[in-house]
């Protein structure tokens, strides 16, 4: 049993796949309990409600976070999520248990040293996952179009057409002579294509009617490059905008600034740090490689190598990336 505690009280949460671990301390920093139970939202609930109205509440952006901070939500606790990467030291302590890092998460809440992750709102994760499932659909259409092309790399047949798995494409597909085992190959894959395909369908009219409406949506698609598929990315990553004060913070919470390392006389700048999200960065890259010629995202661009050389394509396209993200 804990100790029994009238006053304002920090817990914090070690979440795990199976098992939760809470630790209850005051402000001050009195430990009062340690308890471990199954992963249930009637059961934290149930954990919660002995730390009193309204407690501060810490856990690890882990996985499965969601489910636990709607849980707490809504019990009325002040819930707070703990960036992984800050509390990454924990893993080099001598003795590391599930106690400590719950022990070790309150600590820092309590002494306002927490490097707190934004928790998004259930209307935005929806959102996330429309979006990112939709990516990694196109992402698996992509890969079976192209193992269907080594099945032709194999013969030495090139088909000339744009759109291998459009009409005038399928025709001439259907018509190769092909042994058999590579017959079959083609056909499940034609075939895998077109199901995907679907699926892509069904989610991008989802999306569609998410966004139907959005101011913010509609704004970012008048930047040059941006159609609805980056659009939707670029709303539902980032999320709220407002919650950067300039667009240098959302450039460095992407992950398109460079690395910065600084002790005593000694400052090392390396390349960009890519600790952000990977969706908003190929979707602001992408951007820059659809841009028509004469916006402002392929002038710098093409200033960037001219200044520095063909060599630096790449820190031009991600100086370009930049500006798109400073658009939005």
């Known amino acids: 049993m804990g100790t029994a505690y009238a006053g304002p009280q920090i817990v914090g949460l070690d979440l795990h796949r199976r098992r939760t671990v809470m630790v209850r301390m005051t402000t001050d920093g009195q430990h009062l309990e340690a ?13 919660i409600a002995t730390a009193g109205p309204a407690p501060q509440v810490v856990l690890e952006a882990t996985y499965g976070w969601e489910w636990a901070t709607d849980a707490l939500t809504a019990t009325g606790a002040q819930v ?60 698996s259409c992509s890969a079976w179009k192209n193992q269907a092309h080594a099945v032709l790399a194999k013969h030495g047949i090139l088909i000339p057409v744009s759109d291998l798995f459009g009409i005038a494409g399928r025709r001439q597909l259907a ?33 569609a009617a998410a966004l139907a409406g959005q101011a913010g949506y509609q704004a970012v698609r008048t930047i040059p490059g ?8 670029f709303v539902a990553e980032i999320g709220q905008a407002e919650r950067f004060a300039t667009p240098n913070r959302l450039c460095s919470w992407a992950g398109l600034t460079p690395r910065h390392r600084e002790s005593d006389t000694c400052v090392h700048r390396g ?14 890259i992408e951007a820059v490689q659809r841009a028509p010629a004469g916006t402002p995202m392929p002038r710098l661009y093409e200033r960037i190598v001219a200044r520095r050389g063909p060599g630096e394509k790449n ?11 400073t658009l939005v």
């Open 35 to 47: 308890v471990r139970f199954a992963n249930d939202p009637t059961m934290l609930a149930e954990q």
């Open 80 to 139: 707070h999520l703990a960036h992984p990467l800050g509390v990454k030291a924990f893993a080099y302590r001598r003795v590391k248990n599930d106690v400590r890092d719950a022990t070790d998460l309150a600590d820092l809440l309590r002494m306002g040293r927490l490097p707190e992750a934004w928790i998004a709102p259930p209307a935005i994760r929806e959102l996330r996952e429309l979006v990112r499932h939709r990516h990694k659909l196109r992402q």
């Open 175 to 207: 018509a190769l002579e092909l042994p058999e085992a590579f017959r079959t190959r083609l056909d499940s894959q034609c075939r895998i294509v077109d199901v995907l395909q679907a699926e892509i369908d069904a989610v991008d009219r989802q999306i």
């Open 226 to 233: 941006i159609g609805p598929v980056l659009a939707a990315v």
């Open 271 to 284: 390349p960009i740090t890519k600790q952000g999200s990977k969706l908003l960065r190929w979707a602001a």
């Open 315 to 325: 820190t031009a396209r991600v100086a370009a990336a930049r500006l798109v993200l």
